[in-house]
């Protein structure tokens, strides 16, 4: 395992589904290569979310969708686009929320494979905890990149004191960067020290 790389912290990571990327595209990964027009059978399924997983929600995967059980996700369309490339599909989903109009319009990417227990193993394009700065500074380095900045009303409440009242956490600015890659870049981006660790998510058959 490279020195660098970090598991992805699960901890306020609600969906895979939902956009919790900090990395997005200008355009679907890999450019250029062909869209897949139906997820492969060996696929198809349901998977369960890591315990350490804070609401964490099942995936479901068909023939032509990927949907968590809220409902977030979809059919393989215009903006859910699906390619493959070194044994992994490459999901992309386009940003269209409103409230985030500076991430609207882009892509956020993420991996999927089955590993050999048969378990699904998905990998975001996320900065790897604290080593964000370093991250953005190497894409920053060696890609076509333009910073951006999220905002995010968390939908949770801070953990009280004893005896205290429950408040709101207030919306917090986040750091985000814009990526325009080559197929080639892709590659090397997917080999990167920085990529986190996959998350296991765990086939129902399995139980």
């Not at 929600?57 to 059980?69: A, F, G, L």
């Not at 319009?105 to 790897?128: C, D, H, M, R, Y």
């Not at 949770?156 to 080639?184: Q, R, W």
Request: hydrophobic share 35%; with cysteine; charged share 25%.
């Amino acid at each position: 395992m490279k020195s660098m790389k970090k598991i992805i912290a699960l901890l306020g990571m609600t969906s895979i589904l939902v956009s919790c990327a900090e990395v997005y595209f200008t355009e679907p990964q890999p450019a250029g290569f062909k869209n897949l027009t139906q997820i492969p059978a060996q696929l198809h399924g349901q998977y369960d979310p890591p315990a350490t997983m804070r609401g964490g929600s099942t995936i479901t995967i068909e023939n032509k969708s990927i949907r968590d059980s809220r409902g977030k996700g979809g059919v393989l369309s215009d903006s859910l686009i699906i390619r493959e490339i070194k044994g992994y599909l490459v999901v992309n989903k386009l940003e269209k929320n409103e409230d985030k109009p500076q991430i609207k319009g882009n892509w956020s990417v993420f991996l999927i494979k089955i590993n050999q227990t048969g378990n699904l193993e998905i990998t975001p394009f996320t900065a790897p905890g604290e080593e964000k700065e370093s991250y953005f500074t190497y894409l920053s380095e060696r890609y076509k990149t333009e910073a951006i900045t999220q905002i995010f009303s968390w939908d949770y409440v801070e953990e009280p004191e004893p005896g205290s009242i429950p408040k709101p956490l207030a919306p917090k600015d986040y750091k985000a960067i814009l990526l325009t890659v080559s197929a080639e870049e892709f590659i090397e981006l997917m080999d990167s020290e920085y990529l986190p660790n996959a998350t296991i998510f765990k086939n129902a058959k399995n139980d």
